[in-house]
T-cell receptor
Framework: GAGVSQSPRYKVAKRGQDVALRCDPI?????LFWYQQALGQGPEFLTY????????KSGLPSDRFFAERPEGSVSTLKIQRTQQEDSAVYLC?????????????FGAGTRLSVL | RKEVEQDPGPFNVPEGATVAFNCTYS??????FFWYRQDCRKEPKLLMS???SGNEDGRFTAQLNRASQYISLLIRDSKLSDSATYLC????????????FGAGTQVVVTP
């Protein structure tokens, strides 16, 4: 019944490796968001899905970042050829529908360290 | 210049005291405003939405000043458990809920 679930909680990657981060939103939530949070900063928007459609990917920092939500529920954020500057906490959030005032519920995040 | 700016603090507050802090936002088209709370190494959690007329939730009071483009949060009768980072969050006017977060204000409540 739970909230937003993210896995893995921690990921250590060597520079140049590919990583995949998973988000399982609250059941029935139409909207899904990915954020990147660097140390000492607030979360920064990466991308947004409404069901399976990726409606906004303007926050993805480079073409090494790719997100998908093929069946409109679970989403995966993939980072190819990781760089040290990719080290951050990646947060996933979901909400009931794509309305500005709707509350977003966050998962506990995946802490990515690129060595 | 960042879209949402906050004083990073820390605000050191004796238990039982009142603390207040603001954030400013730059986009006048912003529609929705929130305060989220984030504990160390945890996810952000909604504290309260902020309404134009101001609103209160227990010991917490939020105010919005659209003319000056700032939002405030006041915590009365501070508890040790109020120690956290408070994130000011603004919807930038997109129809579907894209949020812009401030970097947070750290509050430390001391015994």
């Amino acid at each position: 019944g739970a909230g937003v679930s993210q896995s893995p909680r921690y990921k250590v990657a060597k520079r140049g490796q590919d990583v995949a981060l998973r988000c399982d939103p609250i059941s029935g939530h139409v909207s899904l968001f990915w954020y990147q949070q660097a140390l000492g900063q607030g979360p920064e928007f990466l991308t947004y899905f409404q069901n399976e459609a990726q409606l906004d990917k303007s926050g993805l920092p480079s073409d090494r970042f790719f997100a998908e939500r093929p069946e409109g529920s679970v989403s995966t954020l993939k980072i190819q050829r990781t760089q040290q500057e990719d080290s951050a906490v990646y947060l996933c959030a979901s909400s009931t529908s794509g309305v500005a005032k709707n509350i977003q519920y966050f998962g506990a995040g995946t802490r990515l360290s690129v060595l | 210049r960042k879209e949402v700016e906050q004083d990073p603090g820390p605000f050191n507050v004796p238990e039982g005291a009142t603390v207040a802090f603001n954030c400013t936002y730059s986009n006048s088209a912003s529609q929705s405003f929130f305060w989220y709370r984030q504990d160390c190494r945890k996810e952000p959690k909604l504290l309260m939405s902020v309404y134009s007329s101001g609103n209160e939730d227990g010991r917490f009071t939020a105010q919005l000043n659209r003319a000056s483009q700032y939002i405030s949060l006041l915590i009365r009768d501070s508890k040790l458990s109020d120690s956290a980072t408070y994130l000011c969050v603004v919807n930038l006017g997109d129809s579907w809920g894209k949020l812009q977060f401030g970097a947070g204000t750290q509050v430390v409540v001391t015994p």
